[in-house]
């Protein structure tokens, strides 16, 4: 937090911020349709500018339309910015009007860049006796760093003092400059030397200290760095003109016109009702008139604070953190905690892997305010003396392993793997904040602690790497000096319990979401954690034979590729794809990135792969690069020391839909259709005396339409047991199901799945190899033969318009921020994804509810088997041969009674040596 002893100006890069915000901050809109990410970034910097700060000198500066007067010294200046996006457009008139509101300066001044008007402000603010803080994510303001100005970056939270700049650049804020005009700036399309990058500039100026000094020494630069150097001399003036941020401009402005006035209230809660801001409105809600008022409550919120929902009003939170090093302290709250009806409990660690993680510390907290940290396993020099660890952990087994005792964590998956390996089974996990948050709205981008904190306590709490540090400096947290790392560990134990107390009156207020995630998320948490634990095994010989018949083929294809380019070239290097497809071959440029540059992505080349044989080829060598780096290669790798075994993590809240993802490794992304894919789940191996058996359910999302369409179509195919891609066909092509070919099932099943990611005509043509009109003519047909299909999507279409999300069977919710967008691409995107999100999170419930089941069952009556992977909608197993036949009956009908739809659930089963086989 800033010193208060010298009065500070605040100055804001508008610009910057506005750009950064736009792009970093996930796509939504206001309940008209509005897009308001870039509203709400720059906003909510802007608030935790005034809560940080408490001054009364704060201005945004914002870039005016049109040309300056750096066009005039050069024409190409800023020439190869793409426009700007129309979303972000629709943003700015929006935002100035909350800006003004909010009562702070807003200043644009013609002809004059926003970095001109800033350096003009600080320049004089400084002479006044002030101290400058500017705001801004631009590298270009480091030139006017000094021991009375320094930069913040509050999208990263960030300071760049004197000192900073250095570290940052390798060159000092005077020398910034010279070295922007060596290196040019692509963004403003700033010249600079050819092929001279921060390195080189930075070695250079360290040694002779200034451009000029360079320049006049430009004959001792040896080889072709130096060559360029002394060919482009003659424009390095233009560039470190263009640069060079002007402060001696004469602007009509004095000191007090950059003072914050009183916030317009009235205007401000219209603006943010227009806009959908609810949780800025709840704030206002207490605020009459000044802005001072509104600046002591936000400093309230950012202190620490909670929000009580049934008050709509934010209470400051006093905080005791303990420390406890006395057998004593201990005692006293493990007292505590046997009466407490429900405790937050977290684990600070030696790794982030759990396979791996030893406990260096516990943290608690029973009320919120109050929380302790036990330091177990810090060291460092001078580190004080601690309480044993195996001895607190005995001390703490029998709490911890009790099932009537109410635990609450953040992640609390994480901390059984940890607590396991000591030998301690965490039970009575009852609440999990980063499940509450994922079932309550699942859309949302994170549901970590901090962020959590952020947006419902209005609290910026001490992040990981504020103790650890970060990058390459960063150090173990057994390394952190306890002194720093008791109040940090404290804090995430009374945070977590803190946003518990609100995210459960949230989940109260909805009960379907109440009971999902009570009765599904919970409780899987345990299950997760047991098929994580069993691991599976693989086979490296194989995976490295693998690897060798891979690499083989990459480099056959990479061959093939240069010579039908005609040259070599580097097929990882998008920039050398992109001359070789648009500027050398001349194909079509069906997309653009972001810089207006044409686009090398996979979508873009799977199109242009049809019709071309480059792309064709850059496709097939991108999909083995990666299978080889990321299993054949890597797999390998990841095996456990101790256990001999690949042990995956599952994550419960990343896929909005309440699908499972896995990552080290992933194992939703190993493909099923391709010869690669299936060799590399031959590596998946059964010990000796064992076999895999893996249970997948048969065309579950097309039974689910059924269900939730009721169309009797379907619902007859499905119940009289008939292939129902074949009886599709018999409808759209109007033919007995005996008179079905293969081409026409093939049709019929593109279709059947088509409709359900919502597939356009343009897309089934491009599937079928068939016109447009032909494809359009077979949905047609479709939608007439199956009308309880088409009522469903319109209908689901409509509700989610209506509401703003839509349900699968069980309750779950996807919010939808773009139903209503003005982009039609958005607002396309989002009915498509309404359609198919009630099937596939559903079929992602269905089989959460099968793994509790088959769980339980598996505890209960102790057979030799374990689960040892959830992949999409298929379970995995591990059974000894002589119980394959009796699990195998258990498994398949327990999966088929996980829920009751109009139309049967079928489970194929199979079995092998491998996953491959089993599959």
Known sequence: MPENTQQRLILVDGSSFLFRAFHAVPPLTSPNGLPTNAIHGVTNMLRKLIADYHS??????????????????????????????????????????????????????????????????????????????????????AQLVNDNILLENTMTNTRMDVQGVFDKFGVTPEQIVDYLALIGDSSDNIPGIPKVGPKTAAKWLA?????????????????????????????????????????DLELPYSIDDLKQQPMDVDT?????????????????????????????????????????????????????????????????????????????????????????????????????????????????PGCPDQLDRTTVLEKLRPLLEDVSKAKLGQNLKYDSHVLANHGITLRGIAHDTMLASYVLNSTASKHNMDDLAKHYLAVETTHYEDVTGKGAKQIPFQAVAIEQAAPYAAED??????????????????????????????????????????????????????????????NALEQQAHDVAGQSFNLGSPKQIQTILYDKQKLPVLKKTPTGQPSTDESVLQELALSYPLPKLLLEHRS????????????????????????????????????????DPNLQNIPIRSAEGRKIRQAFIAPDGYQIVAADYSQIELRIMAHLSAD??????????????????????????DQVSNDMRRSAKAINFGLIYGMSAFGLAQQLDLSRSQAQAYIDLYFARYPGVKRYMDTTRELAKEQGYIETLFGRRLYLPEINSRNAARRQYAERTAINAPMQGTAADIIKRAMLTTDAWLLKAQPD???????????????????????????????????????????????????????
């Open 712 to 737: 009797a179509g379907l619902l007859q195919a499905f119940n009289e047991g008939l292939d129902v891609h074949k009886a599709t066909a018999a409808e759209v092509f109007g033919v007995a199901l």
């Open 207 to 247: 040694q002779y200290g200034t451009l000029a000094n360079l320049v006049a020494n430009a004959h001792e630069i040896t080889g072709k760095i130096g060559d360029n150097l002394r060919d482009n001399l003659a424009q390095l003036a233009l560039s470190k003109q263009l640069a060079t941020i002007v402060c």
């Open 493 to 554: 134990a009374d945070i977590t319990l803190r946003l518990h107390q609100v995210l459960s009156a949230k989940l109260a207020e909805i009960p379907s979401l109440q009971q999902l995630y009570s009765c599904l998320e919970i409780p899987l948490i345990t299950v997760l954690a047991r098929i994580e634990a069993n691991g599976v095994l693989v086979d490296t010989a194989m995976l490295a034979q693998q690897s060798m018949e891979l690499a083989s083929t990459i």
């Open 865 to 919: 088997a374990k689960m040892i992977m959830q992949v999409h909608d298929e379970l995995v197993f591990e059974i000894a041969l002589d119980q394959i036949d009796n699990c195998k009956a258990q498994i398949r009908a327990l999966m088929t009674d996980a829920a009751a739809l109009s139309v049967p659930l079928l489970v194929d089963i199979g079995v092998g040596n491998n996953w491959d086989e089993a599959h």
């Open 268 to 380: 401000l809660k219209s603006l943010l009702t227009e806009l959908g801001f609810t949780s800025w409105l709840r704030i206002l809600a207490n605020t009459q008139s000044a802005a001072p008022a509104v600046k002591a409550e936000a400093h309230k919120i950012t202190e620490a604070t909670k929000e009580k929902e049934t008050a709509t009003k934010l209470e400051t939170v006093e905080t005791t953190y303990e420390t406890l090093l006395t057998e004593q302290q201990l005692d006293n709250w493990l007292t505590q905690l046997q009466h407490a009806e429900l405790f937050a409990f977290d684990t600070e660690t030696t790794s982030l892997m759990y396979g791996k993680a030893l406990v260096v510390g516990v943290s608690f907290a029973v009320t919120a305010g109050k929380a302790a940290y036990i330091p177990l396993a810090h060291e460092y």
């Open 624 to 663: 083995l690069s990666k299978l080889k780096s990321t299993y054949t290669d890597k797999l390998p790798q990841q095996i456990n020391n101790k256990t001999g075994r690949i042990h995956t993590s599952y994550h419960q809240a990343v896929a909005a839909t309440g699908r499972l993802s896995s990552s």
């Open 56 to 141: 009364d000198y704060i201005t945004v500066v914002f870039d005016a339309p049109g040309k300056t007067f750096r066009n005039d010294l050069y024409d190409q200046y800023k020439a190869n910015r793409p426009p700007m996006p129309d979303d972000l457009r629709d943003q700015i008139a929006p935002l100035h009007k909350i800006i003004r509101a909010m009562g702070l300066p807003l200043i644009m001044e013609a002809s004059i860049e926003a970095d001109d008007v800033i350096g003009v402000f600080a320049r004089q603010a400084e002479r006044h006796g002030f101290k400058v803080i500017i705001s801004t994510g631009d590298k270009d303001m």
